[in-house]
């Protein structure tokens, strides 16, 4: 199977992916389960048709997050974010962060990183101050789990204004509490 997988041409498998999301989707009668948004979101993004798949990744990212299959959800989150222009905005911030979670959760620390670099300046460049309290302070979250508090704590100091500027008294001592 994987050798037939790898000798088809990367259109075919595109239309092979679509052709199975729909089929699936036209047996499911009214909103599929958990198990089945995770295959129509999987094989929408793989048959590229991320429009389709973007009606399904919230309940397969759910679901896959619940089940602790941490890996999948990182790797069907990386496939949607992958898609240019699908995931914008605040939205893409989001998806940034739970993927960034989730591979903190697999000990994949060192992309999550990045991950926070991008979700930073995505929500720097919104108007949603909470937003960007919320990236500053799961990525200093971060910092401490991963044994760099000093690093945590510079980030914290640096990013204090846009703490005070949001005006979010929740997230103000969500802030406060990363370095305990």
């Known amino acids: 199977q994987e050798a037939l997988y790898a000798g088809l041409s990367e ?4 239309e092979y992916h679509a052709a199975i999301a729909e089929a699936i989707e036209r047996a499911g009668a009214g909103p599929p389960d958990g198990a089945s948004a995770v295959a129509l979101a999987d094989h929408f993004l793989r048959g590229a048709r991320g429009d389709r798949a973007m009606a399904y990744l919230g309940a397969a990212l759910d679901h896959l997050s619940a089940a602790a299959l941490n890996d999948a959800a990182a790797g069907l989150a990386a496939r949607a974010l992958g898609v240019p222009g699908l995931v914008a905005g605040a939205d893409r911030v989001r998806l940034l962060m739970r993927q960034a979670n989730w591979l903190d959760l697999i000990g994949r620390g060192s992309a999550e990183f990045a991950i926070y670099a991008e979700a930073a300046a995505l929500a720097d460049a919104s108007a949603d101050r909470a937003l960007r309290v919320s990236v500053r302070t799961a990525h200093a979250r971060a910092l401490v789990n991963s044994g760099r508090p000093g690093e ?8 204090l204004p846009i703490v005070r500027d949001a005006n979010t008294p929740e997230a103000e001592i969500d802030f406060c509490t990363v370095l305990g």
Do not use: G
């Open 11 to 14: 259109p075919l498998r595109e």
């Open 152 to 159: 945590a704590a510079r980030m914290l100091e640096a990013a």
